[in-house]
């Protein structure tokens, strides 16, 4: 993890309007040549700085259009300002405003990790294999598929990234998260014995057993979406049978199983916003967003959490007022901090596999009954 330099003490003493004034007051003297993105998970009180807000893919649809600006402040993750760089011409500056804002998934496949795992599955067997990676994982992942002929996904996109790489190849290794391969691979028909589990430091599976599959699924996990559970789901059903369930594909098989719908944070905001009056919702995904659902529909539709209220991205959290007044000050003072590059080498493999994905965008759900 990258580490954070402390901020001056005057940040941990200003109340939150005179951060929210000065905020503002620097927007307005960077105008153009500055450009907020915010992800759909950040808190509310530095979503409202954010000139754009979506999720990951939507992001990077965003922050490849900005032409014209010269600094973007990403109030996401580091894989997040990752993509924004590899996505944004040289002239562009991204910045991260607290560089320990990462994500534990991300860092559950490193490239060591990951290009052990290759000759090893390349050994085995002679089929094509064509890599896959979540866009939440680090840059030098998506070089790696990038430069294997496999392309990056979103939770938006990946069973047309799917049906993509099964045209291009004969088995897919999907990284890094097992939960969105497993789901999606499911909902397009394939059946779970299709898939093996694949985890750098513990494998129980045969070579025959990797030649058989048709999906190499990392193990990694979100550990937001982790925390909801199939209980969760039969705990609506049997309180309140006519709340429908909604969750994201980051949740585990048998929630998805469970719920009447499962898509991407766009996806999620869709059905809601478009819900009639009166419905009744149970959300799986992150806190932040599903309070302002709640607070969007207040006295319209009754949406809830689904399961106990502890799914919050604590890195994403990071992301707070003091730490992007901060940032926005040393900009003002000529000073870029917390800028993230992407290396030449990395980025330009890295493109390969954003672009492949940015050519199929098509938002679906994963699964809908
Ligand atoms: S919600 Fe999960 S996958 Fe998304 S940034 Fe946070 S830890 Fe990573």
């Not at 009166?278 to 529909?297: F, K, Y």
Request: glycine share 6%; charged share 25%; net charge negative.
């Amino acid at each position: 993890m990258l580490t954070q330099v402390p901020l001056p003490e005057k940040y941990h003493t200003l109340s939150l309007e005179q951060m929210a004034e000065r905020i503002g007051a620097h927007k307005r003297a960077f105008g153009d040549r500055l450009v907020i993105l915010g992800h759909h998970y950040q808190r509310d009180d530095v979503i409202r700085f954010a000139d754009f807000t979506g999720d990951s893919l939507k992001l990077s649809q965003l922050a490849a259009r900005q032409k014209n600006a010269e600094f973007v402040v990403f109030c996401g993750v580091h894989f997040m300002a990752e993509s924004a760089d590899i996505l944004t011409d040289d002239s562009v500056q991204v910045i991260l405003p607290d560089l320990t804002a990462g994500c534990s998934m991300a860092d559950m496949a490193t490239l060591e990790q990951v290009e052990e795992a290759w000759a090893y599955l390349t050994d085995v067997t002679d089929e094509k294999i064509i890599p896959i990676t979540y866009v939440n994982s680090a840059a030098s992942i998506k070089a790696f598929c990038g430069r294997h002929d496999g392309a990056c996904c979103t939770s938006s996109n990946a069973r047309r990234i799917l049906e993509y790489a099964l045209d291009q190849g004969d088995k897919v290794l999907f990284l890094p998260d097992q939960h969105l391969g497993r789901n999606t691979a499911y909902a397009m028909g394939w059946p779970l014995e299709s898939m093996i589990l694949y985890g750098p430091d513990d494998n129980d599976f045969s070579d025959e057993q990797i030649r058989q599959a048709k999906f190499i699924l990392w193990k990694g996990f979100c550990s937001v979406h982790q925390y909801f559970t199939p209980e969760d789901c039969a705990q609506v059903r049997r309180t309140d049978p006519d709340r429908k369930i909604i969750v994201h594909p980051e949740c585990c098989w048998e929630v998805v199983q469970k719920a009447d719908l499962a898509g991407s944070t766009e996806y999620i905001i869709k059905v809601i916003t478009e819900a009639p009056d009166g419905s009744r919702w149970a959300v799986g995904t992150e806190i932040n967003l599903v309070h302002r659902l709640i607070e969007q529909n207040l006295g319209r539709k009754d949406i809830r959490l689904l399961g106990k209220p502890q799914c919050l991205c604590t890195t994403m959290f990071r992301i707070d007022l003091p730490h992007l007044l901060w940032c926005l000050d040393e900009l003002a003072a000529g000073r870029v901090v917390n800028r993230i590059t992407v290396d030449p080498a990395t980025r330009r493999d890295a493109l390969l596999a954003l672009e492949r994905m940015l050519e199929h965008v098509h938002a679906e759900p994963v699964s809908s009954k």
